[in-house]
């Protein structure tokens, strides 16, 4: 281990583009590195954007027994074998009812999280783009998905990158005090509760493990997870990552179809 990291008592890791190569694996050298560093005591969770049904099968295949997931960009934190809820806040019905008015208006593709059901409107590019990266299975309301009666966790837009920055554009100055807004990806935009975030997940798990901010190292590659890499002891950015999230990370690490996390792990925990 690096001397400098020996403080180091959890890691918190992102999924898509950052853990997880672009075919949805993990590789066994990522497995086996996660297990040493389980085996050293040091904890591990994954902070994703993504829903239950789509990071527990990444969990399970990390071998990680039944640690807390940071779900929904930080709206849920759940345990991966039990499944057990130790945070939860979702996103007020009134303003979700309000955005999919906008989307039936300008025909977006926003997709909704409730009860670990991902509900779109209708099968198209973006949700077999959606089910092919995740593994989720998507279920099709047609209308009947803007008048949803439970508050979702989290709704996502995806477009292009320009078809994103207009609906940001859009977004922000009605209902940007309301939910926050924040992209996954280039062409992801994750709608979730105000005052959400991987950070704010983050700090409550770290309360909650008796762990300061100071002993935890986050790895991201988005603009979701600026809010951990920013608020940890000590902050890794894939090279992949948007160059914004690269410049607030402390370091930057290999690509993520490389391995890029499990080579800075072995190289400074283990």
């Known amino acids: 281990m690096n001397p400098s990291f020996s403080h180091i008592k959890m890691v918190a890791i ?11 694996t993990v590789s ?16 591990i969770t994954i902070a994703t954007g993504r829903m239950f049904q789509t990071a527990k099968p990444i969990g399970v295949a990390l071998h990680l027994g039944n640690v807390p997931m940071i779900l929904f960009s930080g709206g849920l934190i759940q345990e991966l074998e039990t499944g057990y809820k130790l945070f939860e806040q979702t996103v007020p019905i009134d303003v979700v009812h309000r955005i999919f008015q906008l989307a039936q208006q300008y ?26 990266q995740t593994g989720a299975v ?7 998905i803007y008048t949803l009666s439970s508050e979702p966790n989290k709704l996502i837009a995806i ?13 922000t100055p009605l209902v940007g005090n309301q939910v926050t807004l924040v992209r996954s990806q280039c062409d992801f935009l994750e709608i979730i509760a105000q005052n959400v975030s991987k950070g704010r997940a983050l700090a409550r ?45 402390h370091e930057v690490c290999g690509h993520h179809n490389e391995d890029g996390v499990a080579h800075w792990i072995e190289k400074n925990l283990l």
């Open 14 to 24: 992102d999924c898509d583009e950052t853990l997880v190569r672009s075919d949805n």
């Open 28 to 43: 066994e050298y990522t497995v086996n590195v996660l297990h040493r560093l389980q085996q050293k005591g040091v904890h």
């Open 107 to 132: 025909n977006w593709h926003i997709q909704a999280y409730v009860n670990d059901h991902l509900l779109c409107h209708h099968r198209n590019w973006q949700s077999n783009r959606y089910e092919h």
């Open 138 to 144: 998507a279920e099709f309301l047609g209308d009947a």
């Open 159 to 171: 477009d292009t990158v320009a078809g994103i920055d207009r609906i940001i554009d859009i977004l």
């Open 205 to 249: 798990l770290a309360i909650d493990n008796h762990i300061d901010l100071e002993n935890i190292i986050s790895f991201g590659n988005a603009e979701n997870d600026i809010s951990m890499l920013s608020e940890t002891g000590y902050s890794v950015a894939v090279s992949n990552a948007a160059e914004h999230v690269k410049a607030v990370a």
